[in-house]
């Protein structure tokens, strides 16, 4: 049954990378409609390109995530040992690390996007770092 439900929580993360990697494709046509210059819609497919590579890394933690929890539940029922200390969490936030601001050029109401723990936990990870 967790193999089941594991297999969902897969496809419902990779639905989700879909849509935004979808997402990022119409951003860019709408930054490049709004650019003058050749290298503002160079650096509006740029942009495009770092948001598709953060909806795979997201999808790659999630999968992550979905086998520890597989795991976890497998050594709960005594199927298998615990696993050595895995702290998914944990784990997550020293991956994803500081924040990965991405501004759209053109776009005046756009937000920026963190990794894990939003703007908060991204500033309090750069006050850490000096």
């Known amino acids: ?12 993360s ?6 935004e990697d979808y997402n990022a494709l119409l951003e860019e046509r709408e930054e490049k409609s709004a ?4 290298e503002e819609k ?12 953060a909806a795979k890394m997201e999808y790659h933690l999630e999968r992550a995530e979905h086998r520890a ?13 615990s696993p050595a200390g895995v702290d998914v969490a944990a784990e997550r936030q020293d991956r994803v690390g ?11 109401d756009a937000a ?3 990794g894990a723990g939003g703007p908060a936990a991204a500033e309090a990870a750069w006050a850490g770092s000096d």
């Open 35 to 38: 650019a003058r210059t050749r």
């Open 112 to 114: 920026p996007v963190y």
């Open 14 to 19: 990779k639905a989700k990378e879909r849509a």
């Open 98 to 108: 500081p924040a990965v601001a991405v501004w759209p050029l053109g776009v005046a």
């Open 69 to 81: 929890e597989t795991l976890e539940q497998r050594a709960a029922a005594g199927r298998l040992p």
């Open 42 to 53: 160079q650096i509006a497919h740029e942009f495009c390109k770092a948001r598709q590579a």
């Open 1 to 12: 049954m967790q193999i089941v439900r594991e297999k969902m929580k897969d496809m419902v």
